[in-house]
């Protein structure tokens, strides 16, 4: 009886210890990925929503920081980050062409809409692209609030401005703040003004601006992710990296994208292929 | 190294932009600390001279003013300007005068307590003397007021370079506003985090020479007063 005991106890201890030692063998090596995003994606809330799935579906630690989209990309030449995840084509095109990129995954997309006072003094509502809301709006001297930060949303805005040929910095009713799309909108509330946003942070800030204008061409915006090369910092986590591009094109992130906001705001907040 | 160098040419070149913020920076700093002075001085003389029923209690709601938080002043400040707050119809949200009003709220308990410590160690021999000629209440006053001018000045440069190193609650106020309410803390703080430095770098070194010719004055009165 003894013996069998003791026999039994040996298997058992033996069984436990070479179990703990495959469980080792599977762990990641490293488990952490250094995700630098923006502040508006951040802001909207989408990240939060994911992690916890991207967790516990793949076993990394995902390390989120946001910054304006010049800031954020600029991780990545500083080796700060493993991957990106912005919305400024340019930029990031850029970025690759100075070989710190791999290369650029869009996979969403969302637009851009303006948002104002209800009155609308400066009559945005139902123009038919974004650059005749701006025109509107300088030609009315309305009140528009700007990131002011090199951001994706703040090129996004230029690039608009430039299409009508018009410089509005130093303009009174010009109000560039210099930081994040939470913010503006604040300022917007406070100020009664109009501004430009992307719909997903509008939804989930707590303002009393109108809607007013929305999908029109000129203001449909692009997500893409870029895994950072290894060549230049040794220790980034390039096959983290490669996972969560990997899991983030998944049938089943995309679906949990595109559900995003739904049952919160009636509608999508990030659109997908 | 490059961007100590532009951050240099920067200065040297007077950037108009630059020149702007520190100038909006100095009338910022100059009127809060001028403001928080008026009130602060006649009050502290008036808690340091004089004993009164509520005087440890008073003592006590100033030392934990002049502990405030500067966020929290900002924030209390923000729910009173801000357009669904009591003040909300003045517009105040967003301007200068936003900072101002924050920055008092920070700087007159400091000067206030500074004073009234000053004060309360001068306070019997300016009693004697003032008895003995005597002077007026509000004349004693002025005469207290003579009398620590030295010490006064030094409290008034502090709260100087309190002022011109806050951040928190003028960044809430007064928004950073392009032109208008950007002042150099808020600048730093936004240049850096749009990674552009050499900006940053320039109004910091601005900032640290003003902080440091004020701190160098407040000292050199210290060390007169001291051995006086």
């Given at each position: 009886m003894k013996y069998v005991f003791k026999k039994f106890l040996f298997v058992l201890i033996l069984g436990v210890m070479i179990l703990s030692l495959a469980a080792c063998a599977k762990?990641?090596?490293?488990?952490v990925i250094r995700l630098s995003t923006t502040t508006s994606v951040n802001d909207s809330g989408l990240m939060a929503y994911l992690q916890p799935v991207f967790e516990a579906d793949t076993g990394y630690t995902l390390e989120v920081t946001s910054a304006g989209t010049g800031a954020a990309i600029e991780k990545g030449r500083t080796g700060d980050a493993d991957a990106l995840l912005v919305h400024a084509k340019a930029s990031e095109e850029a970025f690759i062409g100075e070989g710190f990129g791999e290369e650029r995954v869009p996979f969403m997309y969302n637009f851009f809409v303006i948002v104002g006072p209800e009155a609308d003094p400066a009559g945005v509502?139902?123009?038919?692209?974004a650059a005749e809301a701006y025109q509107k709006i300088a030609d009315a001297g309305a009140t528009f609030i700007s990131r002011?930060?090199?951001s994706g949303t703040h090129k996004a805005e230029l690039k608009i401005w430039g299409a009508l040929g018009y410089d509005p910095t130093g303009q009174p009713w010009y109000v560039s703040v210099g930081d994040s799309m939470g913010r503006v909108l604040t300022v917007a509330d406070e100020m009664v003004a109009y501004t430009f946003t992307d719909k997903a942070t509008y939804l989930a800030h707590d303002n009393a601006l109108s809607l007013l204008?929305?999908?029109?061409?000129?203001m449909k915006n692009t997500y893409a992710m870029i895994a950072i090369k290894?060549?230049?910092?040794?220790?980034?986590?390039y096959e983290g990296a490669q996972a969560f591009i990997a899991w983030m094109t998944s049938e089943k992130a995309l679906k949990l994208i595109a559900e995003y906001g739904v049952e919160e705001y009636?509608?999508?907040?990030f659109f997908v292929p | 190294m490059q961007t100590l160098l532009e951050a240099f040419r920067l200065l040297l070149g007077a950037d108009p932009e630059l020149r702007q913020i520190i100038t909006v920076t100095l009338q910022m700093s100059l009127l809060s600390t001028g403001i928080s002075a008026l009130l602060g001085i006649p009050l502290g003389v008036l808690i340091g001279a004089n004993d009164f029923k509520a005087k440890r209690l008073v003592n006590r709601l100033l030392h934990t003013l002049m502990g405030l938080p500067p966020v929290v002043a900002g924030l209390i400040v923000f729910l009173l300007l801000?357009?669904?707050?009591?003040?909300?119809?003045?517009?105040?949200?967003?301007?200068v005068a936003a900072m101002v009003i924050a920055q008092v709220v920070l700087i007159t308990p400091i000067i206030t307590g500074l004073t009234a410590n000053v004060v309360s160690i001068k306070a019997p021999l300016i009693q004697e003397t003032a008895a003995g000629i005597g002077l007026s209440p509000f004349r004693r006053m002025l005469y207290t007021i003579y009398e620590c001018r030295v010490p006064f000045v030094s409290n008034i440069l502090a709260g100087f370079g309190r002022a011109i190193a806050e951040v928190g609650a003028v960044q809430m106020?007064?928004?950073?506003?392009?032109?208008?309410?950007?002042i150099m803390t808020t600048a730093i703080m936004m240049q850096t985090n749009m990674g552009h430095f050499e900006f940053a770098i320039a109004l910091g070194i601005v900032l640290l020479l003003i902080s440091f010719l004020v701190n160098l004055l407040v000292g050199r009165i210290q060390e007169k007063t001291l051995s006086a």
């Open positions: 762990k990641i090596e490293n488990p509502k139902g123009v038919a692209t002011g930060d090199d204008l929305e999908e029109t061409d000129d290894p060549e230049r910092y040794p220790d980034t986590n009636g509608e999508q907040l | 801000s357009r669904s707050g009591p003040l909300g119809s003045l517009k105040l949200l967003y301007s106020v007064g928004g950073n506003v392009q032109f208008k309410t950007r």
